[in-house]
Nanobody, 125 residues
Framework: QVQLVQSGGGLVQAGGSMRLSCEDSGRTFSTHFMGWFRQAPGKAPEFVATIRRIGGTIYYADSVKGRFTIPGDNAKNTVFLQMSSLKPEDTAVYYC??????????????????WGQGTQVTVSS
């Protein structure tokens, strides 16, 4: 059973940086991708970034490319999301998620089977 526990988040000024973490405390061998999504009030969940567990290939949404990264110092069972040059429109609840082996799709909510508890990120202008 994959169990994802998130930490980080809070309030930051526009232009600032913040780092989120997601620990997979359960069974990890079945995880294909570890992803990040976000949901702003009144909006649908949005794909942010994801990393392939084996090989480390990373994919980013266009809206965060060049500003957000999944650092290369991820521990075996912990994934980070490093956010820089934050904008007010980045304000949302951020979720990490785990995708098990199966389809080759990796950017949709329905691709992921296990989710963290979510953490609020608020960027003030």
């Amino acid at each position: 059973q994959v169990q994802l526990v998130q930490s980080g988040g809070g309030l930051v000024q526009a232009g600032g940086s913040m780092r989120l973490s997601c620990e997979d405390s359960g069974r990890t061998f079945s995880t294909h991708f570890m992803g990040w999504f976000r949901q702003a009030p009144g909006k649908a969940p949005e794909f942010v970034a994801t990393i392939r567990r084996i090989g480390g290939t990373i994919y980013y949404a266009d809206s965060v490319k060049g500003r957000f990264t999944i650092p290369g110092d991820n521990a075996k069972n912990t994934v980070f999301l490093q956010m820089s040059s934050l904008k007010p429109e980045d304000t949302a609840v951020y979720y990490c998620a785990a995708k098990e082996y199966g389809s080759n799709s990796w950017s949709k909510v329905e691709d992921y089977t296990n989710w963290g508890q979510g953490t609020q990120v608020t960027v003030s202008s």
